[in-house]
């Protein structure tokens, strides 16, 4: 086999399309392969440059085949399908990747440690347990006014109001116990959510960056960690304005003939940071 320079791979749970050419660009390598067959076809393959798209189990392929000494290149979805000729298949999606990954100005994304991976999933579960009280909380409002019971806005109002609902004797028996049993859900999420900030606020007191971060006025704890663990290597960004691109918070522009027209902010970064 010819030496291949560079490998675009097309990832999905037990399928893998790759698309390899050589260091004139001629494609030499067109192969689907299992899950099982991937991984001993890279383990033999002399080290090379590979790029996967940049979604789910990315990193951990990236991870894997960097062991085996090969140069693992991320590409956010985004700007591969630029490259895209036609059509939507697994072929031509790893023609893209190998297409933009030869690209000089394309940008990358850093591969995630295990770790790091970790500290994400922790954010990631306390997102979903403040989403499902909310819902929690949403729902018992509902189901109260329909028995002409209301509370004031906010959180903090919902357990006054299941101990008003308890006390009140002219609700039937059923609601009672069915609002009992919102009651009971709605403490249990209340200390899952202590535990997971209290784990969060555990991994910010270790961080020696994200307590720095900390400091700056408007930056809380848990802003502070989760800019520590999404954001990359500072040294990426070439000004404070770049930074701000990367999170969405520069406004979109529409510019064109020499005229300067600016939209609202393009929202294009992680949604998480902008809201904490």
């Given amino acids: 086999m010819e030496q291949i320079t560079r490998i675009g791979m097309d990832t999905s749970k037990n399928v893998f399309q790759l698309h390899g050419v050589d260091a004139a660009d001629r494609p030499i390598l067109r192969k689907r392969l299992t899950r099982r067959k991937m991984v001993e076809f890279f383990e033999e393959l002399p ?3 590979v790029a996967i798209e940049a979604c789910g189990s990315a990193h951990y392929w990236a991870r894997l085949l960097g062991s085996f000494g090969h140069e693992v290149k991320l590409i956010a979805p985004q700007l591969v399908k630029p490259y895209v000729k036609r059509g939507k298949n697994d072929a031509a999606d790893a023609e893209a990747l190998c297409e933009a990954m030869s690209r000089p100005t394309m ?3 850093p591969t995630k440690s295990a770790d790091q991976q970790a500290a994400l999933m922790l954010v990631g579960m306390r997102t979903r347990l403040i989403k499902k009280r909310t819902q929690l909380a949403n729902a018992i ?3 109260a006014a329909e028995f002409g019971i209301t509370a004031a806005t906010g959180m903090c109002r919902i357990e006054p109001l299941l101990d008003r609902i308890a006390a009140d004797e002219r609700l039937p028996e059923l609601a009672r116990e069915l609002f009992a049993l919102h009651g009971q ?3 249990q999420l209340l ?8 784990k969060l606020m555990e991994w910010h007191r270790k961080d020696e960056c994200s307590q720095r971060l900390a400091k700056i006025p408007g930056i809380g704890p848990i802003g502070a960690s989760l800019l520590m663990m999404k954001a990359p290597d500072p ?3 070439k000004s404070g304005r770049d930074f701000a691109a990367w999170i969405g918070l520069t406004p979109k522009d529409h510019s ?3 005229k300067v027209r600016l939209g609202g902010i393009t929202r294009a ?3 998480l940071l902008r809201s904490t």
């Fill in 107 to 109: 940008r990358f994304v």
């Fill in 269 to 271: 970064g992680d949604e």
């Fill in 141 to 143: 409002r509902g189901f």
């Fill in 47 to 49: 080290p090379t440059v």
């Fill in 191 to 198: 200390h899952e959510i202590e535990r997971v900030e209290a």
């Fill in 185 to 187: 859900e709605y403490a």
């Fill in 235 to 237: 040294r990426m960004f």
């Fill in 256 to 258: 064109t003939a020499g």
